[in-house]
């Protein structure tokens, strides 16, 4: 079984930073791809970003320059590092992890996070 784990979330202020952190646990071999999704009260879950094994990154327009997606490929870990916060950054942030291998040869298409709550408001 595989499990996510998300961290970092809080309450900060306008222009503040916050460092969201996800770690994958249970009998992993391999994660194709690693993202963090955001859904706002009332709104769609929608991608925010998003990075493969092979380190290549996807930013929806609205973070592009502010957040900064990395992961730690041994650890299994991704971290979404968010600087420059707005109030229409407040939603829960989901992370995802998609395509996971175990060491058995068995195959998850994809797992999610339970959510942590980003608040952005002074």
């Known amino acids: 079984q595989v499990q996510l784990a998300e961290s970092g979330g809080g309450l900060v202020q306008p222009g503040g930073s916050l460092r969201l952190s996800c770690a994958a646990s249970?009998?992993?071999?391999?994660?194709?791809?690693m993202a963090w999704y955001r859904q706002a009260s009332g709104k769609q879950r929608e991608l925010v970003a998003a990075i493969t094994s092979g380190s290549n990154t996807n930013y929806a327009d609205s973070v592009k320059g502010r957040f900064t997606i990395s992961r730690d490929i041994a650890r299994n870990t991704v971290y979404l590092q968010m600087n420059s916060l707005k109030p229409e950054d407040t939603a829960v942030y989901f992370c995802?992890?998609?395509?996971?291998?175990?060491?058995?040869?068995?195959?998850?298409?994809?797992?999610w996070g339970q959510g942590t709550l980003v608040t952005v408001s002074s």
């Open positions: 249970g009998s992993i071999f391999s994660i194709r791809t």
């Open positions: 995802n992890a998609q395509d996971i291998a175990t060491p058995l040869h068995h195959r998850y298409p994809e797992r």
